[in-house]
């Protein structure tokens, strides 16, 4: 008999490193100090902004790729601007976000003291795509992170693992696939529906007190299935159906995070509430 409980969750992480493998690596990797003016350690935040933004990227990204459009787009509004790699594998270059979550993390509570040293903030928000919205919620809960951290904005984020629209059913037919996975790619595993990662993180509630939450999500996404299991529940939360400020917005997955520019106009409503303004079709052209 095939073990299917453990069997069933690492062939949906196969199925998501396929999904989400799309976004392009960068040609260089760049691991702390990216082109195109982000992660300035002189940054100093300015009044109106006094927080600096740390975006974390996404499963198979890293910390150039998943932010070129964005990282100008809130330098462009007078935010300090960092990024970070995080969840590398040995011998698996430019492309990252494989290693277990937990331990990812810890590098994000490492680099946002960096950060917090370095521009003599006192918090700082964080800005995350699909698994860089969902593991910043282990830091806040487990590694003390809500002491440092104003407001954690999630873009389409595995919050509650995903189904991949029920394709775990085909787990059954590929024996030896989930002890692959879950030794090679433990983050892949972890982010499946009902794994140990996400029972453990949810347990209790999905937020912490004193820390903001803003998800945006797409009903056309394809990897985190079904797409209001990115939602959270509890104080603080605001959950956002891109569709409902824009119908016409057909962004999947990846493009809401890489250059959806109505997601990226609700993100700096999430940074900056006291002066947001209404979200429309129209935000694409601002």
């Known amino acids: 008999m095939l073990p299917w409980n453990r069997l ?20 260089a990797q760049a691991a702390d100090a990216p082109s195109s003016g982000w992660n300035d350690y002189s940054c100093k935040p300015s009044a109106a902004h006094p927080r600096p933004v740390v975006l974390v990227h996404g499963t198979f990204a890293n910390s150039v790729d998943n932010w070129l459009a964005l990282a100008p ?8 601007v960092f990024s970070l790699d995080y969840g590398q594998l040995p011998g698996v270059p430019l492309v990252h976000g ?18 917090l040293a370095a521009t003599g903030a006192a918090e700082t928000d964080l800005v995350g795509h699909s698994q860089g919205g969902l593991m910043p919620r282990y830091y806040l809960k487990f590694l003390g992170g809500a002491a440092k951290v104003n407001a954690l904005v999630g873009i ?55 820390v903001r939450y803003t998800v945006l999500a797409t009903r056309y996404d394809e990897v985190v299935t079904p797409y209001r299991s990115q939602f959270l529940s509890g104080d603080g939360v605001h959950n956002v159906l891109l569709q409902d ?42």
């Open 98 to 115: 494989l290693g277990p979550i937990d331990k990812s993390a810890e590098q994000l509570k490492t680099f946002v003291d960096k950060v």
């Open 156 to 210: 389409a984020p595995d919050n509650h693992g995903t189904t991949l629209s029920g394709l775990t059913n085909l787990l059954p037919y590929f024996p030896g696939v989930g002890d692959f996975l879950t030794t090679s790619t433990p983050a892949l595993a972890d982010q499946v529906a009902g794994s140990a990662f996400l029972t453990r993180l949810n347990a209790g509630g999905d937020t912490v007190p004193g």
């Open 73 to 80: 787009y809130l330098e462009n509004r007078d935010y300090c």
């Open 245 to 286: 400020l824009c119908p016409l917005d057909l962004s999947e997955h990846v493009a809401i995070g890489l250059f959806d520019r109505i997601a990226f106009h609700e993100v700096a409503n999430a940074l900056d509430p006291a002066h947001a303004t209404a979200t429309t079709c129209a935000s694409a052209l601002s």
């Open 8 to 27: 069933l969750r690492p062939l949906a992480a196969l199925l998501l490193t396929a999904a989400v493998a799309v976004v392009p690596a960068a040609a």
